[in-house]
């Protein structure tokens, strides 16, 4: 992996999603379900589900990362599962932030596709290692990516407000 980093902000996450939508809706898939892989997947789903016209968003949590290069041996799905009748006969799209090894994007598809009539995958960055190949991609990168909901650390409480700095807008 690359020691620069890709650097994305909120303005150019509203066009990467627009765009990524565009390509979507150009191929002629229309999903019936957006399905979030949480925590990154969840700003991606929901640009999608507004951009494409889909009211019908799930989420699956699902936990790999550790930190910044850090991962569990296996990512874990995370209770509660989605409910295998809200798949059955659906065309699904699943959305997620980045493709980093695909571990995560592969448990997600396979556990949709054996319910599902369809499942497709879309991400903002996909990387040369993933295992899995998206449908739908914005950027492809072997960088480390900034991406600006998860840049900042956690806020806690301190009784003054925080304001981002510029580069994280």
Request: aromatic fraction near 8%; hydrophobic fraction near 40%; charge should be neutral.
């Amino acid at each position: 992996m690359s020691e620069e980093r890709e650097n994305l902000t909120y303005t150019l996450f509203g066009q990467a999603a627009r765009e990524l939508a565009q390509t979507i809706a150009d191929d002629g898939y229309e999903p019936d379900i957006v399905l979030a892989i949480a925590r990154g997947g969840l700003f991606v789903a929901g640009a999608l589900g507004y951009a494409l016209g889909v009211k019908n968003l799930h989420v699956m949590n699902v936990e790999f990362y550790e930190g910044v290069g850090r991962t569990l041996k296996a990512p874990v799905m995370l209770p509660p599962l989605p409910n295998a009748v809200d798949f059955s006969t659906k065309r699904i799209l699943v959305a997620d932030d980045v493709a980093d090894t695909g571990k995560t994007l592969k448990l997600v598809h396979d556990f949709c596709a054996e319910q599902a009539a369809e499942v497709r995958s879309a991400v903002i960055y996909e990387k040369p290692s993933s295992l899995v190949k998206c449908e739908y991609v914005w950027r492809r990168t072997d960088r480390w990516i900034n991406f600006p909901w998860s840049v900042l650390p956690p806020v806690r409480r301190s009784g003054k407000p925080v304001t981002p700095s510029k580069d994280a807008l």
